[in-house]
């Protein structure tokens, strides 16, 4: 039997060793891992116009994904609730260091109040046109689901979607990320109805065939497809504000034209 | 009287050879007689859980390989040291600093796979197989030996879910090594005839009735898999066979 001094000795120790070598390997290693995280949302990002890329960003290099977000094809905006601009010093303002939108942690603004929270948009010109890139944020079945929506110019026109989750089931929940097909049938489905108010689109059981607000779920994932519909609605109105300036700014630009 | 004084006579330590039989044993009994999961059945939770895919797989398994390896190595170093009455805390310190340090380089090194195991790399502290392993042997053998059957219990480990990760990806999703630079596709439906090597959709073909089945995606799949290689297992090895 060891002694108590003995035991505390040997504990303290042992603790220190392992403290110092774990937080040298951390703060040695931190800076690529914050960079890896950036990469990977910078691809997730991008996967989301994948129909408008010369080559999928699942099998592009770090370097030209970064290449790619970073250049003069992508645009990043982060706006408040009632859809102004934010500088780099209001970002900055808000907990993110870098001060830009892609800094933007939409797992801390989702437990912001509504009103205060900030939101990441990122415009990417195509060839054929401008493509509005929106990040949305909600609950799955067992932990958080997000998702980065693509809409076309006129603010309605789904061009392509991808979603992750922390821990839905694998096989059934999961699938909204495993199976392309399921992001897939977004794509083309409208945000606007035919006035030009907003509606969103949501998943259902069934049913919708010919319906443009409607996306079929995933049988067994009922919860986590309920949950990606209220994340698709709630999380577009969002930008709202800021798509009704842009369109009424172009409004009037075309009034000028016009007269 | 110099002369007279008896010459201790030197004791020969046995010499233990690197890889005698003895050692080579630590290796292959995991494999086969002993095995982690089939004769042990520890370390079922994570079997379960990972094995939906051969890359996570077999990444999670030399993540517990390395961890069972150098645990067991250190804690057959410090085990006259450790004061017994909290040797399964210092166990875990060991086991969890390990555990760190594999989540750390998968978070430098490969990203997107320590996205996919998220959980699962944390959840290897509570493996039973690790601290099996350092209460029955590294406590009671030399750190070489114990370093050894590290090797080999984890090795034991990972070839149970590799091949049970083989089963469920190739019928549940009709490919192989999903995720990682050698993706292979075996079957499925495409519209591309260069997707898969067996493309369902295309015409004429003899696999038209084929769909990947969704159960094997679930982790109940993994389930009857290890239940059925341990039926096969005790089968095949008459040493498992229970005379009783």
Known sequence: MHSTKYIVVFVTILTTVVAVILSFLFSTWQEQSKLNEAIFNKRAILSSVKDYLDADPKTMSDEEVVELFDGKQMKQIALDMDGEELGSEEIKESGYKGGRAEDIDMAKEKKKDEEERILPLYVFTSSEGPLYIVSVRGSGLWDEIWGNIALKADFSTVAGTTFDHKGETPGLGAEIKDNPAFPAKFTGKQFLNAEGEYVGIDVVKNGSKGNPHKVDGISGATVTGVGVGEMMVRGVRYYQPYFNKIKSSQGAQMGMLNN | ?244
């Open chain 2, 1 to 244: 009287m110099a002369d007279t004084v008896v010459q201790e006579p030197k004791i020969e330590a046995p010499k233990e050879p690197l890889f005698g039989k003895k050692e080579r044993k630590l290796i292959t009994d995991p494999l086969n007689d002993n095995n982690p999961i089939t004769v042990q059945v520890l370390g079922i939770c994570s079997a379960l859980a990972v094995t939906s895919l051969v890359y996570p797989s077999v990444v999670i398994s030399i993540a517990v390989v390395f961890v069972t390896a150098f645990s067991s190595l250190f804690t057959s170093l410090m085990r006259n040291a450790i004061p017994k009455q909290v040797r399964m805390i210092v166990q875990l310190v060991i086991i969890a600093t390990l555990v760190t340090v594999v989540e750390l380089t998968l978070k430098r090194y490969n990203y997107p796979i320590y996205k996919e195991l998220s959980v699962y790399i944390g959840l290897i502290i509570t493996n039973c197989i690790v601290m099996g392993r350092l209460e029955a042997f590294s406590m009671a053998n030399k750190p070489w030996r114990s370093f050894l059957d590290g090797i080999g219990n984890g090795l034991g480990y990972g070839a149970i879910l590799i091949i049970v990760a083989f089963i469920r990806e190739l019928f549940g999703k009709g490919t192989l090594f999903a995720g990682s630079p050698i993706q292979i596709n075996i079957i499925g439906a495409s519209n591309s005839t260069t997707d898969y090597f067996i493309n369902t959709a295309a015409d004429g073909s003899w696999f038209g009735w084929y769909a990947n089945n969704n159960l094997m995606v679930l982790p109940a799949a993994a389930m009857f898999i290890i239940g059925i290689l341990i039926w096969i297992h005790r089968s095949w090895n008459p040493k498992l066979v229970d005379i009783s």
